[in-house]
């Protein structure tokens, strides 16, 4: 137990008060860093939010040019460049902040008055985010992420989903959905989860991550394994596996009798590594056999969580799947309740308050379909508004100026573009080109759709249509109402119509549908 001389008075309220956990200190560059968890506010703070004390001392014995270097320097060491890093300061930061990096790693300074208010606070945690939104953009502090992964703090719903993976601790998932979707973020939240409820001895790794879009053959893919599981015997385990199939499962269980446990592999991506091994490979055999095999009480050696977007979204729906040895978990939209935390919670943390919360909170569901990355995207976008004109209040208003906006259209279409296959964009550029503008009914059935491809000459087989409607539904693009599909997002038929060719887009995409989908 660390006496409160060991860290900054600010930082002992945190930990002695509050109990929020945290590790440290760890001498850096002759500073104590510490690293602590603040994931519950909710905020872009994470498990592992980077502290650093600056002494008296410090500040005495270096000009602030100087000393700014040096904490600059303890972020590279630390690796927190990209970071959001509290420095508690035992004294005043005037003198640093003309020499604070221009972006990144953002610099909080928590000063000697600041900790004095957190400590004498009957809610500490008020005064310290105080000090936090003084000095960083509430667009910046919110845990809204566009462009990575998330977990931790960062992380909503999909409780169902991570519960299901949790407690059954004898299967392997496939899961699937379409980009963005939150396929990478869900791996990776279940991978820290289960870091946590399992812990490991230090040389023991028993949760491996492996992004397999970079693995471009079978023997890649089994390097990256023993570089990741067992490293000092590389070399020696890759001879093995060159030798004979029965050699690639016994790999599996040298991880299993290694690290002490059934070792959990998240594959993401598998289905581009597939792609690139073709049909041919042994591969899927190994990992069934390995996922089956179990030790005499009954618990499995391995496990495989695997992602995939598109190639085998709907094999594990027959009995032709190469994943029959993985149950399958397929990710659509977010439930409203979700949405509702993953909205509310936040904006309430940044003291903003939110007039009409079940009309906003509605609203933001409909028109994102539920889907995370365009939930994140409308409050990221909101955030930087109430920023800009310094307000605490959001209004239902305030929501066109993202739904009217050409940044979040042209995010729409895009996603339009690049996630959807060309059967499935020839049914909804049909249904927007079409003369007396169909797409603005209210519902539509398959009927309407088969029509209207006929009329271009376009016969689909079989249930190619339904999977149409069900990759259409499940990308935010339909929503289906009994048997009958509207339009999930109001204003995607009416941008695509004022800004792009669609009777161009129609036949370009009809000129893509493999021939195999058609009768001819």
């Given at each position: 137990m660390l006496r409160n001389s060991d860290y900054p008075s600010a930082l002992g309220v945190l930990i002695e008060r509050l109990n929020f956990h945290y590790s440290g200190p760890v001498m850096t560059g002759g500073f104590q860093t510490f690293e602590v968890d603040l994931s519950e506010w909710s905020l872009s703070l994470t498990h592992a939010t980077p502290c650093i004390w600056v002494k008296e001392a410090d500040l005495s014995g270096q000009s602030p040019a100087q000393l700014v270097l040096s904490l600059r320097d303890v972020a590279r060491e630390r690796k927190w460049q990209h970071a959001i890093i509290l420095v508690f300061l035992d004294g005043e930061a005037a003198a640093l902040r003309p020499y604070l990096p221009p972006?990144?790693?953002?610099?909080?300074?928590?000063?000697?008055?600041?900790?004095?208010?957190?400590?004498?606070?009957?809610?500490?945690?008020?005064?310290?985010?105080?000090?936090?939104?003084?000095?960083?953009p509430r667009a910046q502090l919110a845990p809204y992420e566009r462009s990575r992964p998330v977990f931790g703090s960062r992380f909503f719903g999909r409780d169902s989903e991570i519960n299901r993976i949790m407690n059954h601790s004898d299967r392997s998932y496939a899961v699937t959905g379409l980009r963005r979707i939150g396929k990478t973020s869900l791996l990776r939240e279940v991978m820290r989860r289960l870091e946590e409820a399992d812990p490991v001895e230090k040389n023991q790794t028993r949760r491996f991550y492996l992004d397999c879009s970079v693995i471009d053959s079978e023997e890649e893919f089994y390097r990256a394994l023993a570089g990741g599981l067992d490293p000092l015997h590389q070399k020696e385990l890759m001879r093995e596996v060159g030798r004979a199939t029965r050699y690639r499962k016994l790999m599996f269980d040298?991880?299993?009798?290694?690290?002490?446990?059934?070792?959990?592999?998240?594959?993401?991506?598998?289905?581009?590594?597939?792609?690139?091994?073709?049909?041919?490979?042994?591969?899927?055999?190994?990992?069934?056999?390995?996922?089956?095999?179990?030790?005499?009480?009954?618990?499995?050696?391995?496990?495989?969580?695997?992602?995939?977007?598109?190639?085998?979204?709907?094999?594990?729906?027959?009995?032709?799947?190469?994943?029959?040895?993985?149950?399958?978990?397929?990710?659509?939209?977010?439930?409203?309740?979700?949405?509702?935390?993953?909205?509310?919670?936040?904006?309430?943390?940044?003291?903003?308050?939110?007039?009409?919360?079940?009309?906003?909170?509605?609203?933001?569901?409909?028109?994102?379909?539920?889907?995370?990355?365009?939930?994140?995207?409308?409050?990221q976008a909101l955030l930087e508004l109430l920023d800009s004109e310094q307000r605490d209040i959001l209004t239902e208003d305030d929501l066109n100026y993202v739904y009217e906006s050409e940044t979040f259209q042209d995010f729409?279409?895009?996603?339009?573009?690049?996630?959807?296959?060309?059967?499935?964009?020839?049914?909804?550029?049909?249904?927007?080109?079409?003369?007396?503008?169909?797409?603005?009914?209210?519902?539509?059935?398959?009927?309407?759709?088969?029509?209207?491809?006929?009329?271009?000459?376009?016969?689909?087989?079989?249930?190619?249509?339904?999977?149409?409607?069900?990759?259409?539904?499940?990308?935010?693009?339909?929503?289906?109402?009994?048997n009958n599909y509207e339009f999930a997002v109001p204003i995607f038929q009416q941008t695509l119509r004022d800004t792009r060719d669609v009777e161009l887009l129609l036949e370009k995409s009809i000129g893509e549908i493999d021939i195999n989908l058609m009768i001819v």
């Open positions: 972006v990144t790693p953002k610099f909080v300074f928590i000063e000697r008055e600041d900790q004095r208010s957190i400590a004498q606070a009957d809610s500490p945690s008020r005064p310290m985010l105080d000090a936090l939104m003084r000095q960083v040298r991880f299993y009798s290694l690290h002490g446990g059934t070792i959990v592999i998240f594959l993401d991506e598998i289905d581009r590594l597939r792609k690139y091994i073709g049909d041919q490979s042994n591969l899927m055999d190994v990992m069934r056999s390995a996922s089956s095999d179990e030790t005499a009480a009954g618990h499995p050696k391995v496990r495989f969580i695997l992602a995939g977007f598109r190639l085998d979204m709907n094999a594990n729906n027959n009995g032709d799947s190469p994943w029959d040895f993985a149950e399958p978990m397929q990710l659509g939209g977010l439930m409203r309740n979700d949405v509702t935390k993953m909205i509310v919670a936040p904006l309430g943390e940044l003291r903003i308050s939110i007039e009409n919360q079940a009309g906003v909170v509605r609203r933001i569901h409909r028109e994102t379909a539920g889907l995370p990355h365009n939930i994140q995207l409308y409050c729409i279409l895009e996603s339009f573009r690049q996630e959807m296959m060309p059967e499935e964009k020839a049914v909804v550029y049909a249904l927007i080109a079409e003369p007396g503008d169909p797409a603005g009914q209210q519902l539509y059935t398959q009927r309407n759709m088969d029509d209207l491809l006929r009329k271009r000459g376009i016969l689909l087989k079989g249930d190619v249509l339904d999977k149409c409607c069900r990759n259409l539904t499940v990308g935010g693009i339909f929503r289906r109402v009994g």
